[in-house]
């Protein structure tokens, strides 16, 4: 089982698109993946058709060790796609947390305390929130590797150095074994010059960390979350498809 997370300080970048779409193309390859949704706006655990009560355990039951996984966690409309749900709520639960000792631990020791449940799964997926927060950094401290998304354009590749310089901090101080498994170009338009040239410069900078397979920009994909489906099961012959496919497939030789 590995744990990876999905983290870009800058918003926009589709990492929450990115995060669920390449859960179920695991799925599709016969592995089991949980998806962990960190982010209050709860955007992970809507876009695989799961809608919570207000009576309803979530994540911030699980951060505060009053729940136990297999309590919290549900079935999203895929068999072998599972998720602990997100709301509101966990902002505030944030800055609870804030005032605790070793506060950038809770999600650690919650998983580790949950470790025969998480072990029938091949992934867990940690969906960051869009920002350099202690729920950012309770993903970062429990995960394996990270994979960060990144648009194609100057704005991205300007914050793309400084979630880096995070990760390389966090591996440093708080969590020695995380890797970076990959950049991933995201929303890539073909049709414009500074697609072809910020792809340039990524591999320039940054070498083999580039995911060689990228996510082409796909109407369909942007649709897809608000009938709680993945790109395969709402537009399964869309580019965007076979492009998750792909990653999917390069994500695990890379993790290899």
Not at 81 to 105: C, N
């Amino acid at each position: 089982m590995k744990i990876i997370a999905f983290s870009n300080q800058k918003g926009g970048t589709g990492k929450t698109t990115v995060c669920v779409n390449i859960a179920a193309a695991l799925v599709r390859e016969g592995e089991r993946v949980l998806v962990i949704d960190l982010d209050p706006q709860g955007n992970a655990t809507v876009s695989v058709g799961v809608h919570i009560k207000p009576e309803d355990l979530t994540i911030s039951e699980f951060l505060l060790h009053s729940a136990r996984l297999e309590d919290v966690m549900v079935d999203s409309y895929l068999p072998d796609l599972s998720v602990v749900p997100s709301d509101t709520v966990l902002a505030h639960i944030e800055v609870e947390l804030i005032s605790k000792s070793k506060s950038q631990f809770f999600l650690k020791k919650s998983m580790e305390n949950s470790k025969d449940v998480l072990n029938s799964f091949d992934f867990v997926f940690i969906d960051c929130p869009p920002s350099l927060s202690l729920l950012t950094v309770n993903g970062l401290c429990t995960s394996d590797f990270v994979i960060i998304p990144v648009l194609c354009d100057y704005l991205s590749l300007e914050g793309l150095s400084h979630i880096i310089e995070t990760v390389d901090e966090i591996k440093s101080k708080l969590n020695p074994s995380l890797k970076i498994l990959g950049i991933l170009p995201n929303m890539i338009d073909r049709r414009l010059r500074i697609t072809e040239e910020s792809i340039s410069l990524l591999r320039k900078e940054f070498g083999d960390k580039i995911f060689r397979q990228g996510i082409s920009t796909c109407s369909r994909l942007r649709e897809a979350p608000s009938f709680g489906k993945a790109i395969f099961d709402y537009a399964t012959n869309s580019v965007a498809s076979d492009d998750f496919l792909k990653v999917a497939r390069e994500m695990k030789r890379r993790i290899k």
